[in-house]
């Protein structure tokens, strides 16, 4: 038991760190943001790669902070019937939504995403707007997202595991 503990702390561990240094890209965000409104108001100068940038950073803080908001339960639930179960019927319930549809989905997802950072960073592709943001950097976030979120419900499928192992030890 002392191995699974280990391997939670370390899964939580990183999504901490990954979630604190990308809430950071919030600021980033918003300093873009003031920066356009700026320059479109105040000086009558829009530019043609902020709204892009922002685009790009918005996607970026929003899937990189994903397991970090999954590691502290930030995440949105319906728990009507789930808060009146007891702490093991909690866990088996976790366990069984977690198994048909958690992991399949971010599989997938990961899995798709893979491939399509993998084609775009082959070709280095951009945005087909004047810009031309490199696009392959985007693309590249997602499988990486989706590999801390797999992470992280493994570190959620082995705490309901510790905790249906405590149950049966008393």
């Known amino acids: 038991m002392r191995v699974v503990h280990k391997v939670i702390k370390g899964i939580d561990t990183i999504n901490l760190w990954v979630g604190r240094i990308g809430s950071w890209s919030i600021l980033v965000l918003t300093l873009l943001i003031v920066f356009e409104v700026i320059s479109r ?12 940038v922002i685009t790009m950073v ?4 929003f899937m990189i ?10 995440l949105v639930s319906v728990d009507l019937l789930y808060s009146r179960l007891s702490e ?4 088996i319930m976790d366990l069984i ?24 960073w082959i070709i280095k592709e951009t ?3 004047l810009f031309g943001a490199p696009v392959y ?3 590249t976030i997602v499988p990486v997202a989706f590999g801390l979120l797999m992470l992280q419900g493994i570190s959620e499928v082995l705490k309901r595991i510790v905790i249906l192992a405590k149950e049966g030890s008393h």
């Open 65 to 74: 902070v994903a397991a970090f908001a999954l590691l502290y339960k930030s």
């Open 58 to 61: 918005f996607g970026f803080h």
């Open 127 to 129: 945005s087909s707007s």
């Open 97 to 120: 939504t977690y198994f048909i549809l958690f992991f399949p989905f971010i599989i997938f997802v990961f899995y798709i995403s893979f491939g399509n950072a993998v084609d775009s």
């Open 88 to 91: 093991k019927k909690q866990a």
């Open 41 to 52: 108001r105040v000086f009558n100068s829009p530019t043609i790669w902020t709204y892009e």
């Open 137 to 139: 950097l985007t693309y």
